[in-house]
C-alpha cells in the first residue's frame, strides 16, 4: 500500500492553520498514524487510529479520514511545530510510511 | 516508565554482518510485539521487521530485507535483535526500535521509540 503526502514541504506562519494530506493507494479503514520527527529524534507519535489524539499531544493536532484519504490539521501553528510529518498504515504488511511533509516556519 | 535502547551500530563493509540489540523496560515485554524501523540518511522511514509475542513468535519482513536480516528476541532479557547480513549500502540508516504499546481496536501504534543506532555499509 503506498501513502502519498502532499504538500511534500510547505511554510507557514505562525498562527495559521496548517493540513497535512496522506492518501492510500487502497482502503486501509481507519488504521493510520501520524508521526512528527524533528532533526536527530526518533519519530513522535501524534494521531492513532486516524482521529485519535495521543497522550500528551497539544489540541491543537487534529486527524480525520478513513478508508483512502486522510488530514492531519494544525489548528493554530507554534514555532515548536516546525517538523517533517509522516502518515503510516498498519493496515497490512507491508507497514509503509508517507514520504513526509517538511513544515517550516515563516 | 517505558524505556528503549539501541545499540550495536556501526561501519561495515558491504557483504558484511552486524547484530543489532534493543533493550526494554518499563512494560511487560513478553506480551508484546516489537518492531525495527529504519531511515537512511536524509530519507523517509520504512519498517522492515515485526515479531510477535511469544506464543506466535510469527515474524515479518519488508520485502528489501527478507533472507538476509533476522529479527529475534529473548524475553528474559526484554531485548530484540535484528541479525543482519550480507549487507549493502542502501542498508546504511539509522535503525531505530519501536514499541506498539498505543492500542485501538486490533492495531497498536508505534508509542515508545529509541533514539536510534547508525549503520554504515562502506568500504
Known amino acids: 500500500i503506498q501513502l502519498t503526502q502532499s504538500p511534500s514541504s510547505l511554510s507557514a506562519s505562525v498562527g495559521d492553520r496548517v493540513i497535512i494530506t496522506c492518501r492510500a493507494s487502497?482502503?486501509?479503514?481507519?488504521?493510520l498514524a501520524w508521526y512528527q520527527q524533528k532533526p536527530g529524534k526518533a519519530p513522535r507519535l501524534l494521531i492513532y487510529?486516524?482521529?485519535t489524539l495521543q497522550g500528551g499531544v497539544p489540541s491543537r493536532f487534529s486527524g480525520s479520514g478513513s478508508g483512502t484519504d486522510f488530514t492531519l490539521t494544525i489548528s493554530s501553528l507554534q514555532p515548536e511545530d516546525s517538523a517533517t510529518y509522516f502518515c503510516?498504515?498498519?493496515?497490512?504488511?507491508?507497514?509503509?510510511f508517507g514520504q513526509g511533509t517538511r513544515l517550516e516556519i515563516k | 516508565e517505558v524505556q528503549v535502547v539501541e545499540s550495536g551500530g556501526g561501519l561495515v563493509q558491504p557483504g558484511g554482518s552486524l547484530r543489532l540489540s534493543c533493550t526494554t523496560s518499563?512494560?511487560?515485554?513478553?506480551?508484546?510485539?516489537m518492531t525495527w524501523v529504519r531511515q537512511a540518511p536524509g530519507q523517509g522511514l520504512e519498517w522492515v521487521a515485526n515479531?510477535?509475542?511469544?506464543?506466535?513468535?510469527?515474524?515479518v519482513y519488508v520485502d528489501s530485507v527478507r533472507g538476509r536480516f533476522t529479527i529475534s528476541r529473548d524475553n528474559a532479557k526484554s531485548s530484540i535483535y535484528l541479525q543482519m547480513e550480507r549487507l549493502r549500502a542502501e542498508d546504511t540508516a539509522v535503525y531505530y526500535c519501536?514499541?506498539?504499546?498505543?492500542?485501538?481496536?486490533?492495531?497498536?501504534?508505534?508509542?515508545?521509540w529509541g533514539q536510534g543506532t547508525l549503520v554504515t555499509v562502506s568500504s
Open positions: 519501536a514499541r506498539p504499546g498505543q492500542c485501538s481496536g486490533d492495531r497498536c501504534y508505534w508509542d515508545y
Open positions: 518499563g512494560f511487560t515485554f513478553s506480551s508484546s510485539s
Open positions: 515479531i510477535h509475542p511469544v506464543g506466535s513468535e510469527e515474524v
Open positions: 487502497q482502503g486501509i479503514g481507519s488504521y
Open positions: 487510529a486516524a482521529s
Open positions: 503510516l498504515q498498519l493496515n497490512s504488511f507491508p507497514f509503509t
